[in-house]
């Protein structure tokens, strides 16, 4: 898609002669014969770049840039102008045209000019792919508890987030690492710029390097385009090194260099670039500990470790599990578009018992399950302690004998509970419950005589 190339030219030998050579060079080439069928091809073809003549009937090259500019694309186009056009065609520049090629222009000059409006609507594609999830996590990013753990960490976070200073976050898997560091973005100087994240522990060394330094077309096997790098990309914003504890030796000093100085070079260009990024990095390792077994650089860990933060583990701070529960429900209702469901305090009871070695990540998981599956409004405990029983920690059997019941008294509880629900209407309450009227009708006249039920039953 990245590679296809729009031709506009009302001049069916012109669309020809302009298709062929950039064919030639490698490009996959779309023609229209006007302004409007134009338009209908962005639409459907996605091209990489637009090139269209200036002058032609019913739409001319002004209009048709003004009308995909008004339609909010970012599309490179370029204009092709006839001497004695160059007012119009500095106009269209200040108009957001790409560029402009004047007639009449070899071959070389046309694929240079059209290769260069392709790469740029490659990186503006490529950087509002990483910028827009980047920042609408920045707006939803927050810290849920009231733990004293939480009440001690909150300054904290907010006086490192008013610093321009690198900061190093430690926590175990799931505890919230990349949610504290979207906090400190939103919260910085810098919110109003882009915030990129690179996970180092996905990567080989020799794509994370291309992948946070960029690399120059030709620079290694597969390298067709020149391409930015992370760390370009985030000039004036915050990029987020996940799991750094991941990245080897030798590239480490690479990244040392942009810590100190701020300065790098991409991949296969002796051409030194300056940025201006904020580095956070998070770990679930001691790097004090990596340094000590020679797998981590002592100069990069002192680099990193200007402002650290430590995550508590989610068996650390209970107090906030009923909160952080009832803020995931929640978020799935908006998400699906429902009422969010409610906790019973039993259910509570056994999610603070419990040991969460997933730790928030976990909890979120489970509450997510509990919303989707759950066919009642409320989420019982015999629901939470089903999926929590691959566990055998002491806390977990702590929570099963907290909510083992007799079956008899289960089923009365979710007989009663879907009564309630539909108005006392049996009929429906029976049908949502998959058992026959008459059966239900037999319980409930049971439970009266055994008097486990009120009479208004």
């Not at 008459?438 to 319980?443: A, D, I, S």
């Amino acid at each position: 898609m990245s590679s296809k190339i729009l031709v506009v030219d009302d001049k069916a030998m012109m669309r020809d002669s302009i298709g062929s050579t950039l064919q030639r060079a490698g490009f996959a080439v779309v023609a229209a014969g006007d302004g409007e069928v134009a338009l209908r091809m962005i639409g459907r073809h996605r091209p990489g770049a637009v090139i269209t003549d200036l002058k032609m009937p019913t739409m001319d090259g002004l209009e048709l840039l003004t009308k995909v500019r008004a339609a909010g694309d970012r599309i490179p186009v370029v204009l092709m102008t006839a001497y004695g056009s160059v007012d119009d065609a500095v106009r269209a520049m200040k108009d957001g045209a790409f560029d402009f090629i004047q007639k009449p222009f070899d071959g070389d000059q046309l694929v240079a000019t059209m290769r260069r409006a392709v790469d740029h609507g490659r990186l503006l594609r490529e950087n509002n792919a990483l910028c827009g999830p980047a920042r609408a996590c920045e707006e939803k990013a927050s810290l849920v508890g009231g733990s004293p753990a939480m009440r001690r960490l909150a300054p904290q976070i907010q006086q490192i987030a008013h610093s321009h200073g690198t900061v190093l976050i430690n926590g175990e898997s799931g505890t919230g690492k990349e949610v504290v560091a979207r906090t400190i973005h939103a919260h910085s100087p810098r919110r109003d710029q882009v915030m990129l994240c690179v996970n180092c522990a996905a990567l080989s060394a020799s794509l994370l390097e291309s992948e946070l330094f960029g690399h120059e077309r030709g620079a290694f096997t597969g390298a067709e385009q020149m391409r930015k790098g992370r760390f370009e990309l985030a000039d004036g914003g915050t990029i987020l090194l996940d799991e750094i504890s991941e990245i080897e030796l030798p590239l480490q000093a690479k990244l040392l260099r942009v810590l100190q100085e701020q300065q790098f070079e991409r991949v296969g260009s002796s051409v030194t670039l300056q940025v201006d990024v904020r580095v956070i990095a998070t770990t679930n390792r001691d790097l004090a500990q990596r340094v000590a077994e020679d797998a981590f650089r002592q100069d990069l860990y002192y680099r990193l470790n200007v402002l650290p933060i430590c995550l508590p583990r989610l068996c650390d701070r209970t107090e906030d599990i009923r909160l952080l529960a009832e803020h995931f429900l929640s978020q799935v209702a908006v998400r699906e578009g429902k009422e969010p469901k409610s906790l019973e305090p039993e259910a509570v009871e056994v999610m603070e018992a419990y040991a969460w070695p997933g730790n928030v990540r976990e909890l979120q998981n489970i509450c997510e399950r509990a919303s989707v599956l759950t066919r009642q409004s409320t989420i019982t405990a015999d629901v939470i302690v089903g999926w929590l029983a691959g566990d055998q920690s002491p806390a977990t059997a702590t929570a099963e004998r907290k909510i083992v019941r007799p079956l008899e008294e289960v089923e009365r509880h979710e007989i009663l509970h879907a009564l309630d629900r539909f108005g006392g209407n049996r009929r429906r309450a029976a049908e949502a419950l998959g058992i026959g009227i008459r059966t239900l009708g037999l319980k409930i006249k049971r439970w009266k005589e055994e008097n486990l039920v009120a009479d208004t039953v």
